[in-house]
């Protein structure tokens, strides 16, 4: 047995029909259509939440403050009351990183093994 004819038999096992293949380029075009769909849906949701968010954190406080009410029953039992409401965010979240990574390197500490504790009162 040649070389060849080795290398002929080994490719005769690799060889793929033009079926599989077009059921393999089948199944990623489903794959790139349901991608398309889950990112749309995504968008959706974040758009239902936000003004889910904007209903709940914004309209129906205002409308209550303005009618003098602090709180009442819906028609199912459920309560509606006015709450504080507290919220906070880190902007320039890489910059606020480099800081502390900065802070505890000249501090000869490693960030790794130490713990950050943030206090922080009402003004």
Request: hydrophobic share 35%; proline share 2%; glycine share 4%.
């Given at each position: 047995?040649?070389?060849?004819?080795?290398?002929?038999?080994?490719?005769?096992?690799?060889?793929?029909?033009?079926?599989?293949?077009?059921?393999?380029?089948?199944?990623?075009?489903?794959?790139?259509?349901?991608?398309?769909?889950?990112?749309?849906?995504?968008?959706?949701?974040?758009?239902?939440?936000?003004?889910?968010r904007k209903l709940t954190e914004e309209?129906?406080?205002?409308?209550?403050?303005?009618?003098?009410?602090?709180?009442?029953?819906?028609?199912?039992?459920?309560?509606?009351?006015?709450?504080?409401?507290?919220?906070?965010?880190?902007?320039?979240t890489q910059r606020a990183l480099r800081?502390?990574?900065?802070?505890?390197?000249?501090?000869?500490?490693?960030?790794?093994?130490?713990?950050?504790?943030?206090?922080?009162?009402?003004?």
């Open positions: 047995m040649s070389i060849q004819n080795l290398f002929e038999q080994d490719a005769e096992a690799f060889k793929v029909a033009d079926t599989s293949l077009s059921s393999v380029s089948a199944l990623g075009r489903k794959a790139k259509s349901l991608e398309k769909e889950i990112e749309e849906q995504e968008a959706l949701l974040k758009s239902i939440k936000e003004q889910y309209t129906i406080p205002e409308a209550m403050t303005e009618l003098g009410m602090k709180k009442f029953t819906m028609d199912d039992g459920s309560e509606v009351s006015i709450k504080p409401f507290n919220s906070a965010s880190i902007s320039g800081s502390v990574r900065r802070t505890f390197a000249s501090s000869g500490k490693s960030l790794t093994r130490s713990n950050m504790h943030v206090y922080a009162s009402r003004a």
